[in-house]
């Protein structure tokens, strides 16, 4: 038997074998995703994902493989990819020859030079894009390893098109030394469509990563999590975010478990599993952590002594009328501890919506971006809600262009803010899809200013949808300059907002999630 079987898997929740199914779609990676492929069905030429080593690059990669084999509408061109692993080659006739090869491009013959075979690979191109009207895709993994004077040729490569396409679309992913190779050929960067660099996940996205992974893996979807709030600290303080690392701790706690007979992983079994994974980073950090833990625990009893005479959480910057705050509410200032509210607190009210709306879904929309892109998040509970919403979906995995969906109001599980708090607002308005499409193609447009989907409720208003800036403000001094380094188009939009109304709920729980901006930031 094997032992995820054990812990009633259908499958290993942390192989080390990038399998595009547990590919948690971070607002980055989805972002990445859908750009990459909105690029290649464009035929818009070359384009580069740059990430640390355990970003998820390789994930990605197959990920973006597998969607581009997709079905497509019948006036788009089939896509072919073609993957070329390991682009370390002595000289530019060897790296010539290596893409021919990669490309399938036959009657290669030996002694033939690079001019040769670079004319076999034009015409193979011409044949596959002109007459059996194909869009070819080479995807390059371990980018940084191309030869400098190589790089030269792919922008020769892209000199090959028609009068309406380019003939070979090119996907690099690359660890950062890439950057130099690449800013050292101005050329070359000047043909670039789009760079996207990836970046570690954040502690909610490490716990949402580690919770679809065991979620997809499971006889039961629907299981409790494994891991508790404290050992999920304990992974992400070990890993630092990196999916990688991520993933290899994970698939130790998971034998940990078993060895010691433990249905669940806590702070000191998770920091038992970490061995050679430790960093003097993290060794300085488990104190710090340790004491952050104490304190979480002592608000935790003071909640959990006072649970019995308490029927309604606590929501110290929201308080929708008729909710009786008083006495848990001065409590819970007291201890510093906070809980979220349900669904149910707030449908008390007459106007809170049951859905924010109705969307079409548009070529390369998958359910799982569309949640993450909504609420933040895709846990379990959230993909429940969205399946009884849209009981026409019978598998989550597969949804088709022009599919129409409901997005249930599902309020973000949130942590105390102040009603006061600053963002900035790119855009807003009432219309659901045209925000929500508005976010996604805008998606790092404005280079290091990414932005957030942000639905939100009020009594005043109803239901709106913001785009804002990934960033909590303390001042408004600190938001005004953020928004003068908007693109123009985006500066004439946008404006500061520093105060909410009290019975605002949001929707998306990344907004939550955002430390404030200060000076240390930056």
């Not at 009633?8 to 399998?19: A, Q, W």
């Not at 630092?240 to 706690?253: D, E, W």
Request: net charge positive.
């Amino acid at each position: 038997m094997e032992y995820f079987n054990l812990l009633e898997f259908n499958k290993e929740p942390f192989s080390n074998s990038p399998e595009p199914e547990f590919l948690f779609l971070s607002p980055q990676h989805n972002s990445c995703l859908q750009r990459l492929e909105l690029a290649v069905r464009l035929r818009r030429g070359l384009n580069i994902v740059i990430g640390a080593v355990g970003t998820g690059k390789t994930t990605l990669c197959r990920r973006l493989i597998q969607q581009l084999a997709g079905p497509v509408a019948d006036d788009t061109p089939p896509v072919e990819t073609f993957l070329l692993l390991d682009p370390a080659v002595a000289g530019r006739a060897a790296f010539v020859r290596t893409v021919a090869m990669v490309l399938g491009v036959g009657a290669l013959q030996d002694g033939e030079d690079e001019w040769q075979i670079k004319e076999k690979i034009k015409n193979f191109l011409f044949e596959k894009g002109v007459r059996e009207e194909k869009n070819i895709v080479l995807i390059i993994d371990e980018g940084q390893k191309i030869p400098d004077d190589c790089l030269e040729i792919l922008r020769e490569f892209l000199n090959y098109e028609t009068n309406s396409f380019k003939l070979l679309q090119i996907v690099i992913f690359a660890q950062p030394e890439f950057s130099k190779n690449l800013a050292a050929r101005t050329n070359l960067l000047d043909r670039v469509n789009h760079i996207h660099y990836l970046r570690p996940l954040s502690f909610f996205q490490t716990k949402a990563m580690v919770e679809h992974r065991i979620s997809v893996a499971s006889m039961d979807p629907s299981r409790p999590p494994l891991f508790t709030l404290a050992g999920m600290m304990a992974v992400y303080l070990s890993t630092h975010g990196y999916p990688r690392r991520i993933v290899s701790l994970c698939h130790q706690t998971l034998l940990m478990m078993i060895i010691r007979g433990k249905n669940k992983a806590g702070w000191f079994l998770v920091r038992g599993s970490v061995n050679k994974m430790r960093t003097k980073t993290a060794r300085l950090g488990w104190a710090a952590l340790g004491i952050l833990l104490v304190a979480s625990a002592a608000g935790a009893v003071f909640y959990l002594k006072d649970k019995t005479d308490a029927r309604i959480p606590v929501v110290s910057h929201l308080q929708p009328a008729g909710i009786d705050m008083s006495l848990r509410e001065s409590r819970a200032q007291k201890s510093g501890f906070r809980v979220p509210f349900t669904k149910n607190d707030l449908q008390a009210q007459e106007a809170f919506p049951e859905f924010l709306g109705t969307m079409e879904i548009k070529k390369g929309m998958t359910v799982m971006g569309i949640l993450e892109w909504a609420y933040g998040e895709n846990k379990p509970e959230i993909r429940r809600q969205f399946q009884a919403a849209n009981p026409q979906i019978t598998n989550l995995d597969q949804i088709r262009e022009g599919d129409m969906i409901r997005l249930p109001a599902i309020p973000a599980r949130v942590r105390p803010f102040k009603k006061e708090m600053i963002l900035v607002v790119v855009e807003s308005g009432q219309d659901l899809n045209r925000l929500y499409h508005a976010g996604v193609n805008a998606a790092g447009r404005d280079g290091d200013q990414p932005l957030i989907f942000l639905p939100y409720w009020n009594k005043r208003h109803g239901r709106c949808f913001a785009l804002v800036l990934d960033k909590r403000f303390t001042t408004l001094q600190e938001a005004q300059s953020a928004l003068r380094l908007l693109a123009e188009g985006r500066a004439a939009t946008a404006r500061v907002v520093s105060e909410w109304d009290a019975d605002t709920v949001f929707f998306n729980s990344r907004i939550t999630q955002q430390r404030d901006f200060n000076t240390r930031d930056r």
